[in-house]
């Protein structure tokens, strides 16, 4: 069997308005995947930036994967969310973007986007906060009921994410 | 008969914690420590180390240079667990008292070459405004009990922190076996430069 060990961080975000943001990931594989160590989803620290505009939460991801096939190839999912100073949370953004392919280190950067909801809400959401969530998170990474969706841009997570195989030659896959 | 393949695979890293560079502070020093997984252990060099106090000189006003060299192997016979080395920098505050500046944390690169990592440096930050006073006051903000915090996942999400500064490290790294195992670690990358407001580096 092959196997793909997924080593790095989830550096942090930019470009959301609001700044004490954490964020809640997770990957998803398809059936031929199986996780051997690592967990499979967590949660970031919540981050005010002192300096620029970047919240930081260098949240280490360690996964490794044994695999049969090459179908459902891993993707990594986030929720960024935004905490007030009473504790409350809102949701800034869904995302999500495949495992890369290639050995290596790459930095990745992920846009995300969050469901606009009818004007009454997107009234309320700026007044109050609040507002429109996914009901179930498979949305975020697949695409069989996006049509449903109007959505507006949020910000971006960036990753530093390092890939290593092993034996995929030995089953003749080239990456 | 074929000869029994390496079973173990090695991991060499030498380099150093450059320099770090934080606005609103002076006379810093920094405490470096690797965590890993079970499946590894250290065969050579230093674990933990403390470096020297730096404070801002006139001719480079906006740099706080510590040059303080990392040396160690590793061995291995899994990947999972990959090396992190966990910063930690402390520096005195208007009382005179050690508190703590920045944590941070990065894997080891895994590709041999060499490579730069900046690292983003934060504090956990106290909930009420209260405690950040009586904090601030008696000189014991808060801080993490074990520092190894910062290389894990699990039970950060209920840490408030706030990011104020970053740290540059070099890293040179040797890997010994990996292919032989047949582990693939990609193109090695030399003069690789990734980092939070830093470009990719080029392809060899």
């Known amino acids: 069997m092959a196997e793909v060990h997924v080593i790095g961080q989830i550096v942090g975000a930019t470009g959301f308005s609001e700044s004490s943001l954490f964020c809640k990931w997770g990957v998803h594989t398809g059936a031929a995947w199986k996780l051997l160590s690592g967990v499979r989803e967590g949660q970031t620290q919540v981050d005010t930036p002192q300096i620029g505009d970047m919240a930081y939460w260098s949240h280490p991801i360690d996964l490794h994967f044994a695999t049969k096939g090459l179908q459902g190839w891993p993707r990594l999912h986030f929720q960024v969310w935004s905490q007030d100073s009473f504790g409350r949370c809102q949701l800034a953004g869904y995302g999500f973007c495949h495992v890369p392919s290639s050995p290596g280190t790459h930095q990745l950067d992920c846009p995300t986007w969050r469901p606009l909801g009818s004007w009454q809400e997107q009234l309320a959401r700026a007044f109050v906060g609040g507002g429109p969530q996914l009901l179930h998170g498979d949305a975020i990474y697949s695409g069989a009921d996006r049509y449903r969706l109007h959505t507006a841009a949020g910000g971006t997570v960036h990753l530093d994410l390092g890939l290593l195989l092993r034996h995929f030659d030995r089953y003749g896959v080239e990456c | ?204």
């Open chain 2, 1 to 204: 008969m074929a000869a029994a393949g390496p079973s173990v695979f090695l991991l060499m890293v030498s380099g150093q914690v450059e320099s770090a560079q934080f606005p609103e502070y002076d006379d810093l020093y920094c405490k470096y420590c690797f965590v890993y997984g079970h499946d590894w252990a250290p065969t050579a060099g230093l674990e933990e180390g403390i470096s020297q106090i730096t404070s801002r000189s006139r001719d480079v006003p906006h740099a706080l240079v510590w040059n303080f060299p990392i040396d160690i192997t590793f061995k291995s016979t899994n990947p999972f667990g990959w090396p992190q080395i966990v910063l930690s920098v402390y520096g005195p505050d208007v009382f005179g008292n050690d508190v703590v500046r920045g944590y941070g944390a990065v894997h080891v690169p895994f590709s041999p070459g060499r490579h730069k990592r900046t690292i983003p440096m934060f504090v956990p930050e106290s909930t009420s405004k209260l405690q950040k006073f009586t904090s601030w006051f008696m000189g014991r903000r808060p801080e993490y009990t074990d520092p190894k915090v910062v290389a894990q996942g699990e039970g950060r999400e209920v840490t408030r922190v706030r990011s104020q500064g970053f740290v540059t490290l070099l890293f040179n790294v040797v890997t010994k076996d990996t292919r032989k195992l047949g582990y693939d670690t990609g193109p090695s990358d030399t003069q690789g430069v990734l980092g939070p407001s830093l470009p990719q580096g080029l392809p060899p």
